[in-house]
């Protein structure tokens, strides 16, 4: 079954770090464009940031631009999302997107709190 799936969420204090990631499973993530999302309680659905083909093609939300940083691994058809600095209003269910097959994934949740 084609599908995405994000991994890396969990439970992290303010100033701490997680590391997020979107394989594929079925096709490959190398000439993909994929952009990450992010849900908060309460809140629509927003984005976070965007990864191009070639990958100097980017984008970052203001909320999160100097803190996050896309990169890809293409020999294991992933891409990851380095999440540096997170505040308490970074709670949120994050969800990856491939702009090619219209694919989400399922989402991992981020919990930012002391």
């Known amino acids: 079954q084609l599908q995405l799936v994000e991994s890396g969420g969990g439970l992290v204090q303010p100033g701490g770090s997680l590391r997020l990631s979107c394989a594929a499973s079925?096709?490959?993530?190398?000439?993909?464009?994929i952009g990450w999302f992010r849900q908060a309680p309460g809140q629509e659905r927003e984005g976070v940031s965007c990864?191009?083909?070639?990958?100097?093609?980017?984008w970052y939300a203001d909320s999160v631009k100097d803190r996050f940083t896309n990169t890809r691994n293409n020999a294991k058809s992933t891409v990851s999302l380095q999440m540096n600095n997170l505040h308490p209003d970074d709670t949120a269910d994050y969800y990856c997107f491939d702009f090619g097959t219209l694919y989400w994934g399922v989402g991992t949740r981020v919990t930012v709190s002391s």
């Open positions: 079925g096709f490959a993530l190398d000439k993909k464009a």
């Open positions: 990864v191009g083909v070639p990958d100097v093609h980017q």
